[in-house]
Nanobody
C-alpha cells in the first residue's frame, strides 16, 4: 500500500491563495491518477482534481479555473494550488489515487477560508 501525507493547509481570507502538498511513500504506478479530495463538515468526501501519468487533468466544476493540480513525479510529490478561495472551499483536503485502491486515507490537511 501507498501511504499519503498531506501538508500545507491553513487559514486564508476569501480571495486568497494556498498550496497544499501530498507526499507518497512510493510511486503509485502508471495506472492510477494522482488525486485530491476534500470533505467539508457534514458533507461527503468529494473528488476535487486529478492528474494522469500523461498529465491530463480533471477538475470538479466548483473549482475549475481556480485550482491547479501538478506533480513532481520523480520526488513522489504532488500539489494543489488553490486561488480565489471561497468560504465554500473550507474542508479537510486529502490526497489519494483515482480510482481509489487499497491505500488508506492520510490525516488530511485543514483548509479554512474565513475573514
Amino acid at each position: 500500500q501507498v501511504q499519503f501525507v498531506e501538508s500545507g493547509g491553513g487559514l486564508v481570507q476569501p480571495g486568497g491563495s494556498l498550496r497544499v502538498s501530498c507526499t507518497t511513500s512510493r510511486s503509485i504506478g502508471p495506472f492510477a491518477s494522482r488525486a485530491w479530495y476534500r470533505q467539508a463538515p457534514g458533507k461527503q468526501r468529494e473528488l476535487v482534481a486529478r492528474i494522469t501519468t500523461s498529465g491530463t487533468t480533471y477538475y470538479a466544476e466548483s473549482v475549475k479555473g481556480r485550482f491547479t493540480i501538478s506533480t513532481e513525479t520523480a520526488k513522489n510529490v504532488y500539489f494543489l494550488q488553490m486561488n480565489s478561495l471561497d468560504v465554500e472551499d473550507t474542508a479537510v483536503y486529502y490526497c489519494n489515487t483515482f480510482p481509489l485502491g487499497r491505500s488508506s486515507w492520510g490525516q488530511g490537511t485543514q483548509v479554512t477560508v474565513s475573514s
